[in-house]
């Protein structure tokens, strides 16, 4: 099983629209999970970080984590073509403390 | 706003050659960190340091060292180059365990 998984897209929504971005993890111990935001040729921006059970909006932004289930989403709305990225989770190792990254799931967002 | 400074953005050397990739982090920050980055492999880890002269080894550690003498600098060695480490080198910093990471511009390294 890898470590952090998720739909590599491309994901493809229309202007204003919600995109949804999923992400799965195997190790039970992580508390902390990060999404980053990564423009074709930059490096990964932090967008979102959440910690407990439940959802956490900010602005156009809501995390979403089931530790239950090992399951964080990420939903955007109002979909801007400026939104047009990979974004990376990456939850936090439980036993070190370093992230790990996932692949990354590349949305396109279409005017 | 924290700023991690990568030395170079573009770098292309000979291999064989000895490679120093230097990172600088202006927060005070405790805990810096070194990732590669490649098409279909994503971010994988390399060396972190909790410290200063502190460092721990990652997930492909190997033809790699570290080295931090100062808390604002963490420098990655490339003691041998070869074509397989041809990469986007990231580093990064953050002020505790439970803080999210604040990535620098990257180098980009060719080794020919």
């Known amino acids: 099983q890898k470590e952090v998984e998720q739909n590599s897209g491309p994901l493809s929504v229309p202007e204003g629209a919600i995109a949804s971005l999923n992400c799965t993890y195997s190790d039970r111990v992580s508390q902390s999970f990060f999404w980053y935001r990564q423009y074709s040729g930059k490096s990964p921006e932090l967008i979102m970080s959440i910690y407990s059970n439940g959802d956490k909006e900010d602005g156009r932004f809501t995390a979403q984590l089931n530790k239950a289930s090992q399951y964080v989403s990420l939903l955007i709305r109002d979909s801007q073509p400026s939104d047009s990225a990979t974004y990376l989770c990456a939850p936090q190792r439980g036993s070190q403390g370093n992230l790990i990254f996932g692949k990354g799931t590349k949305l396109s967002v279409k005017p | 706003d924290v700023k991690v400074t990568q030395s170079s953005r573009y770098l292309v050397k000979r291999t064989g050659e000895k490679v120093f990739l230097e990172c600088v982090q202006d927060m005070d920050h405790e805990n810096m960190f070194w990732y590669r980055q490649d098409p279909g492999l994503g971010l994988r880890l390399i060396y972190f340091s909790y410290d200063v002269k502190m460092k721990e080894k990652g997930d492909i550690p190997e033809g790699y060292s570290v080295s931090r003498e100062k808390k604002e600098r963490f420098s990655l060695i490339l003691e041998s180059a070869s074509t397989n480490q041809t990469s986007m080198y990231l580093c990064?910093?953050?002020?505790?365990?439970?803080?999210?990471?604040?990535f620098g511009s990257g180098t980009r390294l060719t080794v020919v």
């Open positions: 990064a910093s953050t002020p505790g365990r439970d803080y999210g990471y604040t």
